[in-house]
Each structure stands twice: as structure tokens, then as C-alpha cells.
């Protein structure tokens, strides 16, 4: 046998894949064709990432207190309102669709009955009510939990030591409603209360704002990567035990179909998982099972491991932040919460991936 003749490739032969049809194997399939150049990398990708899957959630403080970093959090700091209006003028420019806010208030503005959450004039309802002035177009997304106003830290009401669910309930009707009130156009409960979704959408039909759309933490899990978003609201200090009562068990994930199922029922309009990246499985089951709009949080925790790995050069953080929102987007999140959302939106404007 001549050197050509041993050079030359067998035919291919014939396999079956999972569905059961023919394929062929290498040499006559060589998937690297598709990856020889960027411009074919980009027209096969499966999952596109862009500026509309992105929601930027900021943090805000009063006017009188100190601007400062969130440690734990590099390159994030609490926003004054005027600073709130000025992040969604830059939303904006991006083609960001939404802002999330979330409050940290004063020490002396906390108590067991979290009274804040529902006062109309509190810094939430006035950044939203300047925002929308302001930058009209931006959608606006509010937290709905007691934990920023809560002299316990904990997301609910409580009572020797217990995390009451109705009375909590009653409490988050009264604040979405202000919320709403004030230019809120997407409430979006993370409290993880049982019923808490169909008493929200109950209390807002019955104030006359059936437009605000309900986004549900469906599956929020007690989760260790929240640690650096409860310094930046200032409820880590004050926590008194942990959230395991009401926050899921991360061993379940057939739990979380029913808790979405559940919401589903009660008039959610959206559904979240929370934290991200440790739950895609949860976020990719939810989104086939349900086909609804299914969001995802990339939590402070997530946030704060990129950064960190990066400041260290033990990792590319470019390439890292990038890749992750590309996990969110293959798994089937139709949006995705991102604290690099103005990062990634200036980069998808000057590439495209």
C-alpha cells in the first residue's frame, strides 16, 4: 500500500444518536470547521447575549449619608437619588431596559414593625417617582421584602423568633401598592412568603393598577452568596439566625417547579431563580416545564467571586463576566439581573459576540 493510499480517510461510518437518526462520525464530520473564524463562532452560537436580557439593580442611600464602596462588592456603591436618576440617564444611553432598587435606609428608620416599608415618602418611592420623571422610559423594578426596614434583618415580620407568614403578607401588599403609586412598573416580591403572589396581585387590581406586572422570586434559595448584598442594604449586621424557614433548601429543585407553578397560579407575570450560576439546572428545568418569561439573579455573592478572582489575575474578569451571562442565556433566562449590566452593555456596543 502506496503512503497516499494509507493517508486517504476511511468512509465514515454510520452511528445512531439519542433520537435514533444516522450521523456520521470524523473523518467526514469535523466539527472544528464551524469554529475557524469569529465571524461562523457568532453566526452558529446557540445563545445570544443582549442589551435587552439585562437588568441593572443599584443600591440607594439618602442624600445626607456618605458615599462610599461596598467593600465587598469592588466598583459598587449606594447611590444618592440625583446619583439614582443620573444610573438610569445612563440605562438609558445603553439601551438598558430596567433598573432594580434596592434602599438602604437609616438605623433609625428600622423597627420590628418595618413601618418604612410602607410609607409613601420613603427614599424607594421618592428615587422611583424622580427616576420616572426623569427618565421616563426606563422600566423600574421594586423589591418587595422587609428586610432593608427590618430592625431583625429578616425578610418578614417577627414573633419570638418566628417569621410570620399572613401578617407578613398584609405588610407587602402595603408596600407595593406605595411602590407602585410611585412609578414602579415591575414588583417583584422576594420574601418567599406562601400565598404572598395572589394577595399582591388581589391588592394591586383592587387599587386600580392592573398594568403593574408582578416578577416572583419563585425560587429563591438560602443561599451563602447573598452575603455582600446584605451589607450593601445594611440588613447582614442585624440578622438575627438565618432564612431557612422560608427560603429554599439548595438540595431541592422539584420544589422549586411546584413554587413556580404556585406563583404561576396566583398571578405572576414573571418568574426568578436566585442566585444564578449554582442553579442553572433549576433555571433551565423551570423555563422548559413552564415557558414563561424566567429570569435569573446573578447575585452580589457571584459578583463579588468574579471580581475578586480577577483583582488577584487568577482569571480573565473580561472574559469571565462575558461567559457567565452567556451560561444564563444558554440555560433559558430571558433576562438576567446583573450588577455588570453597564459593563456589558458598553462592550456589546463596541462587539458583537
Known amino acids: 500500500m502506496s503512503e497516499r493510499q494509507r493517508q486517504k480517510p476511511a468512509a465514515s461510518a454510520q452511528t445512531k444518536d439519542n433520537l435514533g437518526l444516522s450521523v456520521g462520525?470524523?473523518?467526514?464530520?469535523?466539527?472544528?470547521?464551524?469554529?475557524?473564524?469569529?465571524?461562523?463562532?457568532?453566526?452558529?452560537?446557540?445563545?445570544?447575549?443582549?442589551?435587552?436580557?439585562?437588568?441593572?439593580?443599584?443600591?440607594?442611600?439618602?442624600?445626607?449619608?456618605?458615599?462610599?464602596?461596598?467593600?465587598?462588592?469592588?466598583?459598587?456603591?449606594?447611590?444618592?437619588?440625583?446619583?439614582?436618576?443620573?444610573?438610569?440617564?445612563q440605562a438609558a444611553d445603553l439601551g438598558i431596559p430596567a433598573l432594580a432598587v434596592f434602599p438602604c435606609i437609616g438605623e433609625d428608620r428600622k423597627n420590628p414593625d418595618c413601618t418604612e416599608a410602607v410609607n409613601p415618602d420613603n427614599l424607594v418611592c421618592r428615587a422611583v417617582s424622580a427616576i420616572k420623571k426623569a427618565?421616563?422610559?426606563?422600566?423600574?423594578?421594586?423589591?418587595?421584602?422587609?428586610?432593608?426596614?427590618?430592625?431583625?434583618?429578616?425578610?418578614?415580620?417577627?414573633?419570638?423568633?418566628?417569621?410570620?407568614?399572613?401578617?407578613?403578607?398584609?405588610?407587602l401588599c402595603q408596600q407595593a401598592i406605595v411602590q407602585a403609586r410611585a412609578g414602579c412598573d415591575i414588583i417583584a416580591p422576594s420574601d418567599m412568603m406562601d400565598g404572598r403572589v395572589g394577595a399582591i396581585r388581589c391588592a394591586l387590581d383592587q387599587?386600580?393598577?392592573?398594568?403593574?406586572?408582578?416578577?416572583?422570586?419563585?425560587?429563591?434559595?438560602?443561599?451563602?452568596?447573598?452575603?455582600?448584598?446584605?451589607?450593601?442594604?445594611?440588613?447582614?449586621?442585624?440578622?438575627?439566625?438565618?432564612?431557612?424557614?422560608?427560603?429554599?433548601?439548595?438540595?431541592?429543585?422539584?420544589?422549586?417547579?411546584r413554587e413556580v407553578a404556585m406563583d404561576l397560579s396566583e398571578g405572576a407575570d414573571m418568574v426568578?431563580?436566585?442566585?444564578?450560576?449554582?442553579y442553572l439546572d433549576v433555571l433551565q428545568r423551570i423555563k422548559e416545564r413552564?415557558?414563561?418569561p424566567t429570569f435569573a439573579y446573578q447575585v452580589s455573592g457571584e459578583y463579588a467571586m468574579i471580581e475578586a478572582a480577577a483583582s488577584n489575575g487568577w482569571l480573565d474578569g473580561e472574559k469571565a463576566?462575558?461567559?457567565?451571562?452567556?451560561?444564563?442565556?444558554?440555560?433559558?433566562?430571558?433576562?438576567i439581573f446583573t450588577y455588570f449590566a453597564p459593563r456589558i452593555a458598553e462592550r456589546l456596543q463596541n462587539s458583537s459576540l
Open 272 to 278: 426568578m431563580v436566585k442566585p444564578g450560576m449554582p
Open 25 to 89: 462520525t470524523y473523518p467526514l464530520l469535523r466539527p472544528r470547521r464551524n469554529r475557524t473564524d469569529a465571524w461562523v463562532r457568532g453566526m452558529v452560537a446557540e445563545a445570544r447575549l443582549t442589551v435587552s436580557d439585562l437588568i441593572w439593580p443599584i443600591f440607594l442611600r439618602e442624600d445626607d449619608n456618605p458615599a462610599f464602596e461596598i467593600v465587598s462588592m469592588p466598583g459598587i456603591s449606594r447611590l444618592t437619588i440625583e446619583e439614582a436618576v443620573q444610573a438610569a440617564r
Open 290 to 292: 413552564f415557558s414563561v
Open 207 to 257: 387599587a386600580e393598577l392592573q398594568d403593574v406586572k408582578i416578577c416572583s422570586y419563585a425560587a429563591k434559595y438560602a443561599s451563602a452568596f447573598y452575603g455582600p448584598f446584605r451589607d450593601a442594604v445594611g440588613s447582614g449586621g442585624k440578622l438575627v439566625g438565618d432564612k431557612q424557614t422560608y427560603q429554599m433548601n439548595p438540595a431541592n429543585s422539584d420544589e422549586a417547579l
Open 135 to 171: 427618565v421616563p422610559q426606563i422600566g423600574i423594578i421594586c423589591d418587595v421584602a422587609l428586610d432593608p426596614f427590618n430592625a431583625n434583618g429578616h425578610d418578614g415580620l417577627v414573633h419570638d423568633g418566628r417569621v410570620l407568614n399572613d401578617e407578613t403578607i398584609a405588610i
Open 321 to 335: 463576566m462575558m461567559e457567565s451571562l452567556i451560561c444564563f442565556k444558554r440555560s433559558g433566562a430571558d433576562a
